[in-house]
């Protein structure tokens, strides 16, 4: 089993930055393919962005295109999503979720493992 642990998650104004970390420990490889996923209250969770393992393949939801950056640690079984430009619309609570395989993808049920979330607030 594995467990994933969030961070870096609080209240920041529009034109800010926060950077978000996803900690992987427990019954590990390390190989896993993380994704970052988003859950506005009252709507539906959505795609934020992913990166495989070792960390060539990275994709991005077009709502935070050149504005979020994810990236990898693979010594310390970490991904970060650094979040700059943050817009009110970004208010949300941000999950990473890992896969039993390299590969990443887009769709949410093809995670194995999630954490338990950090909330992120922009305010305008």
């Known amino acids: 089993q594995v467990q994933l642990v969030e961070s870096g998650g609080g209240l920041v104004q529009a034109g800010g930055s926060l950077r978000l970390s996803c900690a992987a420990s427990?019954?590990?490889?390390?190989?896993?393919?993380i994704a970052w996923f988003r859950q506005a209250s009252g709507k539906e969770r959505e795609f934020v962005a992913f990166?495989?393992?070792?960390?060539?393949?990275?994709n991005y939801a077009d709502s935070v295109k050149g504005r979020f950056t994810i990236s990898r640690d693979n010594a310390k079984n970490t991904v970060y999503l650094q979040m700059n430009s943050l817009k009110p619309e970004d208010t949300a609570v941000y999950y990473c979720?890992?896969?039993?395989?390299?590969?990443?993808?887009?769709?949410?049920?093809?995670?194995?493992?999630w954490g338990q979330g950090t909330q992120v607030t922009v305010s305008s």
């Open positions: 979720a890992a896969r039993d395989s390299v590969w990443a993808v887009t769709t949410q049920r093809e995670y194995d493992y």
């Open positions: 427990g019954r590990t490889s390390g190989r896993h393919a």
């Open positions: 990166i495989s393992w070792p960390g060539s393949m990275i």
